[in-house]
């Protein structure tokens, strides 16, 4: 599954930015910084816990946010990985998985032993570890055990990343595909936004392969009718 998502990433890169993107331009010049993608989402994942002193006190975390931020951070540090990993060896996608397997923190990820902290402000405190990785130049064994903690937050493991992402990877392509970059998309689909959307997809509709859940995002699109 790690494998898989590292390819299905790399292609989503390759698509959107063009071969080479690694160097850190896309084929229209406009430079990439992962890292920088990667804080502000992390940003957006603190905003899905209350807590401002001035406002909205009494809030529950929103965790189906969390768990939507988590994967949108997972695109961007396998991103991430996919560079170093470019620009340190050859490139090799099956041996960039092995190398993140092999850590510690992914098989604890990978059978489910990552808990949250009971304490928000805890769990607050995982994503700034996180982020603090990142400012740090951190390898990538470091970076994704620091993700891993960070996806533990909303209960994901191995098995629910997989699905979301391949999930939110395909709706990339699809935004991608009508109209995100020029500005034209419909984030908004009729009073929900798209992730939503894809969400109740794959609930509904188990073990659902990448085409079909192109097909079924096609025919819910407001922007198609």
Same mark, same amino acid.
């Given at each position: ?24 331009? /896309? ?10 993608? +990667? ?17 909205? +006190?009494d809030a529950?975390?929103? $965790? ?32 960039? =998985?092995?190398?993140?397997?092999? /850590? ?8 489910? =032993? ?6 928000? $402000?805890?769990?607050?405190?995982t994503v *700034? ?6 400012? =740090?130049?951190?390898?990538?064994? *470091?970076? /994704?055990?620091?993700f891993f ?10 098995? /629910?990343?997989?699905?979301? $992402? ?13 109209? $995100? ?45």
């Open positions: 599954m790690l494998e898989t998502m590292l390819r299905l990433q790399q292609q989503l890169n390759d698509e959107t930015n063009g071969p080479g993107w690694e160097e850190g331009l /896309t084929n229209r010049g406009k430079k990439i910084d992962w890292r920088r993608c +990667i804080w502000l989402e992390a940003a957006e994942l603190v905003e899905s816990y209350p807590w401002k002193h001035w406002k909205n +006190i529950a975390p929103d $965790y189906d946010n969390i768990r939507i931020e988590a994967v949108d951070i997972w695109h961007f540090v396998m991103s991430e990985a996919l560079r170093l990993n470019r620009l340190e060896g050859d490139g090799d996608i099956s041996k960039l =998985a092995r190398r993140i397997a092999e /850590t510690e923190s992914y098989c604890d990820f990978a059978r489910g =032993a990552l808990k949250r902290p009971e304490d928000i $402000y805890k769990q607050i405190a *700034e570890s996180f982020v603090a990785a990142l400012f =740090a130049q951190a390898p990538i064994e *470091e970076l /994704t055990a620091r903690d960070v996806a533990a937050l909303g209960e994901l493991d191995l098995n /629910t990343l997989y699905s979301l $992402y391949v999930g939110k990877n395909i709706l990339n392509r699809f935004r991608q595909d009508h109209g $995100y970059k020029e500005g034209s998309y419909l984030k908004e689909w009729e009073g929900r936004e798209d992730n939503v959307v894809m969400q109740e997809i794959l609930a509904q509709n188990r073990g659902i392969g990448p085409e079909e859940l192109y097909a079924k995002l096609e025919a819910a699109y407001p922007g198609a009718k």
